[in-house]
């Protein structure tokens, strides 16, 4: 472990710790004894049939779904229903979502400026300052005064992802990211991702862009029924699944 | 038939004007107030606090099957007696008829705001709620600055329509014997017998606040746009 990356799941200080997570929807076991570990600075993929509980669980990640039993600690804080917790672990998460859910009423740069000002204080001058640099690196900057609804949907989906990173957060959660994306506009988000990657973002990212997947992740991991079945690098995982489900899952999407 | 004589009005016009401005400051001052409580009033409803949104959808069921008039009548004559009562000599405390006016119609319209912030709010994206979790916005900033400034802008033109027949039942006012734009017009008809003209007159006023109030929001909602908003 010199000064490479450690990307080991038996890494002693992961950023996110799964044990044992439930999550019912009444009577419908999303999640089922989920158990997972996220390294700092590690990329993880996300995949698996629709209903699979895949988003779910990284909705759990930062409280958006309370889970039912089971732990979830982020950067050594666990979460529990104290507000102080959520919160914390929350400021600490960045989220991007299938349908960006941009603020519509406020614009491009007040949209990044509103929680950094609200939630970490800064000073109006440092937010539009940090949020021009982060909508300078996601190439929006031009479009800052617009508004959500003027832009593309690929150009919504970067401000969005500036926004997230304009709390400076410590891991980023994408649902689905491209999956509301005219094809033509899905290259320009991935990259903008796997820039980020680059930088060495630790990242957990639902999608079935399996090119992406296969260019940044560290790992791999397939969920099905609300479990996780199988995981591995992306390598091993698209050439030679292990389980049947795998195979017939990605029988399906590679066509 | 005598022809119309409109100098009437003219001669009419600083007690109309008075009245006017009566109308118009109460209608300003039940909008502050019931705008006010009305969103308060939602937002009790929206989080489902339990006891207190009881309260307050028994309070907006009460205000909006009662006519207003009615409402006018109870402040005037049971407030008195209760603060009499709270006051402990038993005597009514009067609260004057202009204080019955700006209280009752301040508490009457604040139900149907509260009603149409209420829908207002269910309106609001799911997404945008998750939006503000995930950016670990307190729940306080989250309807400060992103929800209610979309459900004010979603609503403008159903509070504007509230906001006018607010304008126009001030007229019943008079059952206070206070007098408003109408009460005054009213009052020199039948003291100079020219009913047409000064009704015809009343008539053109309510139409011009009408418009004007009308084109007021146009402008607010062409300025303040959610730019090509499909959603």
């Not at chain 2, 009067?94 to 149907?112: Q, R, S």
């Not at chain 2, 503000?132 to 033109?157: E, G």
């Not at chain 2, 402008?219 to 090509?228: E, T």
């Amino acid at each position: 472990m010199q000064q490479e990356r450690t990307v080991s799941p038996a890494d002693p200080f992961p950023m996110v710790v799964v044990e044992h997570l439930v999550k019912r929807f009444g009577s419908f076991n999303a999640l089922s004894d989920v158990n997972l570990k996220v390294a700092k600075g590690e990329k993880i993929v996300l995949c698996g049939p629709s209903g699979s509980g895949k988003s779910t669980l990284i909705r759990c990640i930062n409280h958006i779904e309370k889970h039912d039993s089971g732990r979830i600690v982020v950067d050594g804080t666990e979460l529990t229903d104290r507000i102080c917790d959520v919160n914390n672990v929350r400021s600490e998460v960045g989220m991007v979502f299938q349908s960006f859910n941009l603020f519509p009423h406020l614009s491009v740069l007040e949209n990044c400026m509103l929680a950094p000002m609200k939630v970490r204080g800064l000073a109006e001058s440092e937010a539009h300052q940090r949020s021009m640099a982060l909508l300078r690196k996601v190439r929006i900057h031009d479009q800052a005064n617009k508004y959500p609804a003027q832009l593309s949907g690929g150009q919504q989906q970067r401000v969005a992802i500036a926004r997230a990173l304009c709390m400076q957060p410590k891991i980023m959660l994408f649902d689905e990211p491209t999956s509301a994306l005219d094809p033509e506009m899905v290259k320009e988000v991935l990259e903008t991702i796997v820039e980020l990657a680059q930088d060495g973002m630790t990242m957990v990212c639902v999608t079935h862009e399996m090119g992406f997947a296969r260019e940044v992740a560290d790992r791999v991991v397939f969920m099905d029924r609300g479990s996780i079945v199988e995981e591995g690098d992306p390598s091993t995982f698209f050439r030679a699944p292990n389980t049947e489900r795998a195979k017939a899952f990605l029988n399906q999407i590679i066509h | 038939m005598n022809s119309l004589d409109f100098s009437i009005v003219v001669q009419a016009w600083p007690y109309l004007w008075s009245g006017l401005l009566f109308s118009l400051s109460l209608t300003a001052a039940a909008f502050l107030v019931g705008m006010l409580l009305g969103t308060l009033f939602a937002l009790v409803q929206h989080f489902e606090l339990r006891i207190l949104s009881q309260l307050v959808r028994s309070y907006v069921a009460l205000m909006r099957s009662i006519p207003l008039i009615l409402v006018l009548f109870w402040f005037f004559f049971l407030v008195p007696l209760v603060l009499g009562h709270l006051s402990g000599n038993g005597r009514p405390v009067p609260v004057g008829a202009t204080y019955t006016a700006f209280i009752t119609f301040g508490l009457f319209e604040a139900a149907y705001y509260s009603e149409i912030i209420r829908v207002g709010l269910r309106a609001v994206n799911k997404g945008q709620f998750e939006a503000c979790q995930a950016l670990a916005l307190s729940r306080f900033d989250t309807y400060r600055h992103v929800v209610l400034p979309q459900v004010f802008r979603v609503a403008s033109p159903i509070i504007l329509s509230q906001t006018i027949i607010l304008f126009q039942d001030t007229s019943l006012v008079y059952v206070l014997s206070l007098t408003d734009l109408l009460g005054a017009a009213s009052k020199l008809a039948q003291l100079n017998g020219r009913l047409v003209e000064m009704y015809l007159a009343v008539a053109v006023v309510y139409l011009i606040i009408g418009c004007a109030a009308s084109q007021f929001v146009a402008s607010l909602r062409k300025k303040y746009a959610i730019a090509g908003a499909r959603r």
